[in-house]
T-cell receptor
Framework: LAKTTQPISMDSYEGQEVNITCSHN???????ITWYQQFPSQGPRFIIQ???TKVTNEVASLFIPADRKSSTLSLPRVSLSDTAVYYC?????????????FGKGTTLSVSS | DGGITQSPKYLFRKEGQNVTLSCEQN?????MYWYRQDPGQGLRLIYY???????QKGDIAEGYSVSREKKESFPLTVTSAQKNPTAFYLC?????????????FGEGSRLTVL
């Protein structure tokens, strides 16, 4: 199972771009990289998912280098409401018995 | 609306009592998961199930039990053997094939042992 490492916390100001990097050195060939956002006392919410190169949706971009040993979640122009914990999840398989293990997450604090 | 429903949202129990947390999904997902979250901590996997009548232990299964008799339901029982059960419990589901790691979470159940 691929283990992930993220910074424990990050601080930013409103309007700035925030990049959160996740390290996953032993990622497997079939693994996808998925990022989640969690607010206090709520379940995590899917943000974005990718396998390689770059993926962009309406809220974020995900950059994955060719070796796939890391990934970077990019949040453009953050606002106060982006203050949350962000988790990087690596896993997924077409085979049965896949356990999806979360890392400790990155607490992002956005100030005005 | 499709989604995952966890109940109860808040639960109190006395030491030595078993308690069962409910998790129901109408997403037609094959796989379901239970995670535990302690204050300021990440999510730790308790049990997961890929298909009906089958489930696997996660990292912290001791003191917990599950069943998967129906595709829609994956209840978690916190037994008296769990030494420190006070925590926030999250249920999730995903497609089994392909299981890319896209999880859908419920809103959680907060258990407090008095």
């Amino acid at each position: 199972l691929a283990k992930t490492t993220q910074p424990i916390s990050m601080d930013s100001y409103e309007g700035q771009e925030v990049n959160i990097t996740c390290s996953h050195n032993n990622i497997a060939t079939n693994d996808y990289i998925t990022w989640y956002q969690q607010f206090p006392s709520q379940g995590p919410r899917f943000i974005i998912q990718g396998y390689k190169t770059k993926v962009t949706n309406e809220v974020a971009s995900l950059f994955i280098p060719a070796d796939r040993k890391s990934s970077t979640l990019s949040l453009p122009r953050v606002s106060l409401s982006d203050t949350a914990v962000y988790y990087c999840l690596v896993g997924g398989s077409n085979q049965a018995g896949t356990a999806l293990i979360f890392g400790k997450g990155t607490t992002l604090s956005v100030s005005s | 609306d499709g989604g995952i429903t966890q109940s109860p949202k808040y639960l109190f129990r006395k030491e030595g009592q078993n308690v069962t947390l409910s998790c129901e999904q109408n997403l037609n997902h094959d796989a379901m998961y239970w995670y535990r979250q302690d204050p300021g901590q990440g999510l730790r996997l308790i049990y997961y199930s890929q298909i009906v009548n089958d489930f696997q232990k996660g990292d912290i299964a001791e003191g917990y039990s599950v069943s998967r008799e129906k595709k829609e339901s994956f209840p978690l029982t916190v037994t008296s053997a769990q030494k420190n059960p006070t925590a926030f419990y999250l249920c999730a589901s995903s497609m089994r094939t392909p299981n890319t790691g896209e999880l859908f979470f419920g809103e959680g159940s907060r258990l407090t042992v008095l």
